[in-house]
């Protein structure tokens, strides 16, 4: 029971933890036991802190993951440094808002190049090399309530979280046989700056938290246990599944 949450020397993945649920994900999988490569278009020093102070390496790749030409060099870095990888979380991600009768293609480009193709192409190069060591791997996908629901003036978003949720039973279907297990987890309403918008609305936030059977919006520090049971093998017969983390949202 103690060693199958138990995580020490692996080395983990993580895209956009700079702030946020990535950088909550980050640092529980630090106390499990894990080294880091964070991808992040900015600096991310309080994470590295933050990992550093739990007795794990912290590798920073600064890229922007809106072009997919970086993919290889997140590769190589983590190489270079680590010598392999177990866990993949693709947890970057971006929201544009607007009526959908003015939406722009723009905004519909840029969401849907960060949340779901550079998720794809990324996890393709990590899965080709899990399948070259061997091993097996973990690759976790941060999706939403908006992979389940329509959602509102949110459309690329939408399509692309929703597009989340199918491509974690693909790669489920295609890589389990590597003892790849591809899964995902869809936060509820979080306190973050992606939500910001929300909070600051007096009556979108009235409504919100009068849905949340919790009561109350989701932290950083509420993704650990699902990241953490997800990277571990506690879920090594756990495949394309979408764990909502959610205070009970889609129950009601
Ligand atoms: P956030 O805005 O605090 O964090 C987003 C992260 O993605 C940041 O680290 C940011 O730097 C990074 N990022 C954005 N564009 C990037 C790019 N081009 N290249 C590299 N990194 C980039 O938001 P968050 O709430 O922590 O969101 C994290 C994930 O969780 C996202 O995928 C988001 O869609 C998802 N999510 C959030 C909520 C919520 O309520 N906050 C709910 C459901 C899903």
């Not at 880091?36 to 933050?50: F, H, K, L, M, Y």
């Not at 010598?83 to 693709?90: A, E, F, I, P, T």
Request: glycine share 10%; proline share 2%.
């Amino acid at each position: 029971m103690n060693t199958l949450f138990d995580l020490s020397g692996k080395v983990a993945i993580v895209t956009g933890c700079n702030t946020g649920l990535g950088q909550g994900m980050a640092v529980a999988l630090a106390q499990a036991g894990c080294h880091i490569v964070g991808v992040n278009r900015s600096d991310s020093s309080d994470t590295r802190e933050r990992v550093q102070s739990n007795g794990q390496s912290y590798l920073e790749v600064r890229v922007d993951l809106g072009d997919t030409k970086v993919i290889d060099s997140i590769l190589k870095a983590t190489l270079d440094k680590f010598g392999r990888v177990d866990v993949l979380v693709n947890n970057a991600g971006i929201i544009r808002r607007n009526d959908a009768v003015d939406f722009t293609e723009a905004d519909w480009d840029a969401v849907m190049d960060l949340n779901s193709k550079s998720l794809f192409f990324l996890s393709q190069a990590v899965a080709k090399q899990f399948i070259s060591q061997g091993e097996g791997g973990k690759i976790i996908n941060i999706a939403s309530m908006l992979s389940f629901q329509g959602g509102i003036r949110v459309p690329s978003y939408t399509a692309s979280k929703s597009a989340v949720l199918g491509l974690t039973r693909l790669m489920a279907n295609e890589w389990a046989k590597y003892g790849i297990c591809t899964n995902a987890i869809a936060p509820g309403y979080m306190a973050t700056n992606n939500t910001e918008a929300l909070q600051q609305d007096e009556s979108r936030n009235r409504e919100i938290l009068g849905r949340i059977p919790a009561g109350r919006w989701g932290t950083p520090q509420d993704m650990a246990g699902a990241c953490i049971f997800l990277a571990s093998d506690a879920a090594n017969y756990v495949n394309g599944h979408t764990l909502a983390v959610d205070g009970g949202w889609l129950a009601r």
